[in-house]
């Protein structure tokens, strides 16, 4: 699987019905973002209850403001339509699979 881009009414979706989601927030030119997104490709393949998406910020500034984000990559994790985690330091693949399982077990 490969994350699905999302638009802000994907998003305003998941908050509304009150969903369960895991949304990348990046740049195209991050170097940093494009490990991140590695690393979030394989925790996608390993929790595959939970719906994966990516926004690039550059179309959807309103994004960082609503959810205060200050740095890319940024990982949100949306429970119950609430989001209750904000990452930035991604660390590694077993750090995020056991964070975002965690959160979600």
């Known amino acids: 699987m490969v994350m699905k881009e999302w638009s802000k009414n994907d998003i305003t979706k998941v908050i509304e019905n ?22 979030l490709n394989v ?23 609503q959810f205060s ?13 609430k989001p209750i985690e904000k990452v930035y330091a991604f660390q590694s693949v077993p750090y995020l699979y056991e964070l975002i399982n965690g959160i979600y077990d």
């Open 43 to 65: 925790v996608e393949r390993l929790i595959t209850a939970i719906s994966f998406a990516k926004v690039d910020l550059n179309y959807m500034p309103e994004m960082a403001e």
């Open 18 to 39: 009150s969903g369960n989601s895991v949304i990348y927030f990046y740049t195209p030119l991050c170097g940093t973002c494009a490990v991140a997104s590695k690393m």
């Open 69 to 81: 984000i200050e740095s890319v990559p940024c990982l949100i994790i949306i429970k119950e339509g």
